[in-house]
């Protein structure tokens, strides 16, 4: 069975502050999503990474894809409230399926 | 164009019960997918539906079933409910395949009592 673990589970900073989310897994996946789900909502894709060691920016967020396409990182810089939600990475492993993280619940207070 | 929606956004049922949510996907996509989120567990996967036919199944009891409709629209059933049942249930869709970017709904918040 292919798992995503996703550490932390839950963080609440202080707007400003910079941040890692990690997803780590022992199987080997062809791309990895990640998601962003607010409150009342679905999550809402943020963006895909295919290559092994890929880095994508997207605003104050940085994403890497492992080397080995195992893990993958979601940095954030200078968090603001609204970035505040549940951060899901999913994975396909190839089973024509996606594996989802259980996701981290990050709060940016002001 | 119109996103996923999702009906009913609430629904409260007592154990045994059985119930119907609904899903129509973003116009031009073939492929309607559920999943099940709880704080426990997050997000689980329950079916995949194509072309009005299942084409991927998660690790659910055959109390969970669903179809898809001509239009894509698709339909998702819980019968003889249980309190482990409460959950957020998503609805997403995609172009083609399930592995591609899945736009989701809002979701159908269902509490059992």
């Known amino acids: 069975t292919q798992l995503l673990e996703q550490s932390p589970q839950f963080l609440s900073i202080q707007e400003g502050e910079n941040l890692t989310v990690y997803c780590n897994s022992s199987?080997?996946?062809?791309?990895l999503q990640w998601y962003r789900q607010e409150p009342g909502e679905g999550p809402v894709l943020l963006v895909t990474v295919v290559t092994g060691g890929e880095v994508k920016k997207l605003k104050r967020l940085t994403f890497q894809f492992g080397d080995a396409r195992k893990d993958s990182s979601l940095h954030i810089t200078a968090a603001q409230p609204g970035d505040t939600g549940l951060y899901l990475c999913a994975g396909d492993g190839g089973s024509e399926k996606l594996v989802f993280g259980k996701g981290m619940k990050l709060t940016v207070n002001p | 164009k119109a996103g996923v929606t999702q009906t009913p956004r609430y629904l409260i049922k007592t154990r045994g019960q059985q119930v119907t949510l609904s899903c129509s996907p973003i116009s031009g996509h073939r492929s309607v997918s559920w999943y099940q989120q709880t704080p426990g567990q997050g997000l689980q996967f329950l079916f995949e539906y194509f072309s009005e036919t299942q084409r991927n199944k998660g690790n659910f009891p055959g109390r969970f079933s669903g179809r898809q409709f001509s239009n894509s629209r698709s339909e998702m059933n819980v019968s003889t409910l249980e309190l482990g049942d409460s959950a957020l249930y998503l609805c997403?869709?995609?172009?083609?395949?399930?592995?591609?970017?899945?736009?989701f709904g809002p979701g159908t918040r269902l509490t059992v009592l």
């Open positions: 199987s080997v996946f062809s791309s």
């Open positions: 997403a869709s995609s172009p083609d395949r399930l592995t591609d970017t899945q736009y």
